[in-house]
């Protein structure tokens, strides 16, 4: 079992940052790969970024590419997401996932962990 709990959402103005951070309760934390999902109000969750057990191979959507960038910290269990030039857009509540293996999806039917999400309101 894996407890992931997220921290760091919040209210920030349109260009601005914010760096979201997933802590995990195992001591196998190395063997997942890990997945930032968000979820706006009547709509779908969707994939935002992921990163694999080794830290290879970050992928991210393209609604997010060039401004977000994930991270993982093996040492501290705990896997980041820093978002530059924030958009009223990403406005959502932000999961973090995990999923045992190497292999990186963007569907959240792949992931079997989720915290319990962090709000990020992006004015304009």
């Known amino acids: 079992q894996v407890q992931l709990v997220e921290s760091g959402g919040g209210l920030v103005q349109a260009g601005g940052s914010l760096r979201l951070s997933c802590a995990a309760s195992t001591r196998t934390f190395s063997i997942y790969t890990m997945g930032w999902f968000r979820q706006a109000p009547g709509k779908e969750r969707e994939f935002a970024a992921g990163?694999?057990?080794?830290?290879?191979?970050?992928y991210y959507a393209d609604s997010v590419k060039g401004r977000f960038t994930i991270s993982r910290d093996n040492a501290k269990n705990t896997v980041y997401l820093q978002m530059n030039s924030l958009k009223p857009e990403d406005t959502a509540v932000y999961y973090c996932?995990?999923?045992?293996?190497?292999?990186?999806?963007?569907?959240?039917?792949?992931?079997?962990?989720w915290g319990q999400g962090t709000q990020v309101t992006v004015s304009s």
């Open positions: 996932a995990a999923r045992g293996g190497d292999i990186l999806t963007t569907s959240p039917d792949g992931y079997n962990y």
């Open positions: 990163i694999s057990w080794s830290g290879g191979r970050p």
